[in-house]
């Protein structure tokens, strides 16, 4: 059975099915490599922060070891890039499999999206509330500001 395909989701690509993604390091990594075309380690790295799907930071180490594997996955490509002054850099760039494997995660993660979603607005309406320092907090208090607002 194929790495991102599991037993009980039939054909469609899931979350079980995809791998350790905590993270969700490999996704943004195909992502940053779609939209950009090539970029070195620690460009992906300083683009990161700004297309993180948790809150979890990425240390320099792991994300190479994820670049590794996608590498012998013949998801992700690289060369040397020897211009320039300074020491060369390994560069790499989106296979047209780590394409359908970016379009694999899209779906996971867009599932996983609705269904934390309705997870989200079955507690609220069950008052429940989150914890107070939680950015979610947030989010709920200026929901009930603006219901208070309109009444």
Request: glycine share 8%.
């Amino acid at each position: 059975m194929p790495r991102n395909r599991c037993g009980r989701h039939g054909n469609s690509p899931c979350s079980c099915g995809m791998g350790n993604i905590y993270r969700f390091v490999e996704p943004v990594v195909l992502f940053l490599l779609k939209t950009k075309g090539h970029a070195h380690g620690y460009e992906l790295a300083r683009d990161m922060k700004d297309c993180s799907l948790t809150d979890a930071a990425i240390d320099l180490g792991g994300l190479y070891r994820v670049l590794q594997r996608l590498e012998v996955e013949a998801l992700v490509a690289s060369e040397w890039d020897t211009s320039g002054s300074g020491p060369a850099r390994r560069v790499y760039s989106i296979t047209s499999a780590g394409e359908y494997r970016l379009r694999e995660w899209v779906a996971v993660i867009g599932n996983m999206s609705r269904s934390m979603d309705a997870f989200l607005r079955r507690a609220r309406a069950s008052d429940i509330e989150p914890l107070p320092d939680s950015p979610e907090a947030d989010v709920a208090g200026s929901d009930a500001t603006a219901a208070d607002d309109r009444k």
